[in-house]
């Protein structure tokens, strides 16, 4: 039996501890805001909070998470943080599929969190992990500056 | 979901775990970034490991990062992330891991899992093995250090006993003023992709003399190259290095190096950007 805080609540699975936490999350707890693009680590749209901290979902075996705080897009779409992000995003034409998002926006809060003023450069390092193949990136490092000088003091 | 029976341990000490090792063959997991990938199953099946699993990354004995006298140790376990917000760790390594992966991945991958997982293009292992750096085991029986050089065999293969499991990573007699370090990546993206071919090197000079010179390679053979021998050649040499001299240094790599094809990148690539890294890199002027 393995026990973790997902968005909030108190949770248990009794999955097998090597199982990956995007498909525990997807399949077993029906949250479907992470995606799963490579599989491998390399793309980013599975990223979730784990204690605060981004990390590929997809690369995460159950059994490491006793205890931990996972958020995922789901839950950390009920803050005002998404609220303001999401806003910038419309606002800055960042989103076209929309399948990096989750993760975009995951990576994005991990990266206003810890550094709630970034330059340009460290906002491209912030969401170096996470691939987009639509917009060429532009729009969504313009997204995150705006959501950082209209949230000044939000994180 | 498919659940099959396979044991799994996340021991609350240490001490547990040393004992788990003893007495069945375990694998253990750090990050598991690497591994996840490798024992990767169809979606929802747990991954494919064919022995019982003992879960590592939480133990707080293989997170510390202190200093004995002038060595650094660096618990097992410690991530990239832990690592580069740590004072102890010298900024030349700091700055050369902000090249590895990207926050996510630096997040959850371990400096024990990248040397354990021992690939011929893992990220830390020629910045390790700039630092000399010594790797310390325990067993349930004991302890025991190796150079990173002995532990590290070949792809996937290290030193390392069943019952062992590799508490710490030293680095050994950190000088107080770092010296000229460079270190550099070349992968098809800037973030999150494996290394083609990697190089680093470290330069101390004083009064315009060479007092220590390491290279190392990654991703050109089976482990990572380290030539003493040639790096001797360069201790005394007046610096700024002269063009016959930096000419020597390049044709001895030139032939020590065999890189090979595969479905990343073609040895002759990996050669040509090896030696161009290094001949870079000697060409500093101050």
């Known amino acids: ?155 | 979901m498919v659940t099959k029976a396979i044991a799994s341990y996340r021991m609350k000490s240490l001490d547990e775990t040393l004992s788990q090792l003893s007495k069945e063959d375990c694998q253990l997991i750090a990050g598991g970034t690497d591994l996840m990938v490798q024992r990767k199953s169809p979606r929802g099946a747990p991954g494919r490991f064919d022995k019982p699993v003992v879960f590592i990354d939480h133990l707080k004995e293989l997170k510390q990062i202190y200093r004995v006298n002038q060595d650094i140790h660096i618990g097992a376990c410690c991530t990239y992330s832990e690592m580069m917000e740590h004072h102890l760790i010298p900024n030349i390594l700091k700055k050369a891991m902000k090249e590895i992966a990207a926050p996510a991945i630096r997040n959850r991958g371990t400096i024990g899992g990248n040397i354990c997982n021992a690939s011929p293009a893992g990220d830390t292992l020629p910045l390790l093995y700039i630092f000399n750096a010594k790797i310390r085991l325990r067993s349930a029986k004991g302890e025991r250090a190796a150079e990173i050089r002995d532990f590290i065999q070949g792809p996937r293969k290290v030193d390392r006993l069943k019952d062992e499991l590799v508490t710490e990573i030293i680095l050994p007699e950190v000088p107080e003023v770092q010296p000229y370090f460079v270190f550099e990546k070349v992968a098809n993206r800037r973030a999150d992709a494996i290394t083609k071919i990697s190089f680093a090197g470290s330069m101390r000079w004083d009064e315009g003399r060479i007092q220590d010179a390491r290279l190392a390679f990654g991703a050109v053979g089976p482990t990572i190259v380290r030539a003493a021998d040639i790096e001797q050649k360069l201790v005394g040499q007046a610096f700024p290095l002269n063009d016959k001299v930096i000419d020597g240094i390049v044709a001895e790599f030139e032939s020590l190096l065999k890189p090979i094809d595969d479905h990343r990148s073609t040895g002759v690539y990996r050669k040509t950007v090896a030696l161009n890294l290094l001949r870079h890199f000697l060409e500093v002027r101050a």
């Open chain 1, 1 to 155: 039996m393995i026990k973790f805080i997902l968005n909030g609540k108190e949770v248990e699975t009794v999955a097998p501890a090597t199982v990956r936490l995007i498909d525990l999350l997807r399949d077993d707890f029906q949250l479907i805001g992470p995606k799963e693009g490579c599989g491998d680590g390399e793309c980013g749209t599975c990223s979730v909070l784990v204690n605060q901290l981004v990390q590929n979902s997809c690369l995460i075996p159950i059994g490491a998470i006793e205890g931990a705080e996972i958020i995922t897009i789901d839950g950390y779409c009920n803050t005002e943080q998404f609220q303001l992000l999401s806003e910038c995003y419309s606002e800055a034409g960042a989103v076209q599929c929309g399948y990096c998002i989750p993760g975009m926006i995951m990576a994005s809060e991990a990266l206003l969190s810890q550094n709630p003023h970034p330059t340009e450069e460290e906002i491209r390092e912030g969401i170096s992990g996470n691939l987009c193949r639509c917009t060429g990136y532009n729009m969504i490092v313009d997204a995150i500056d705006l959501a950082a000088k209209k949230g000044d003091g939000l994180w």
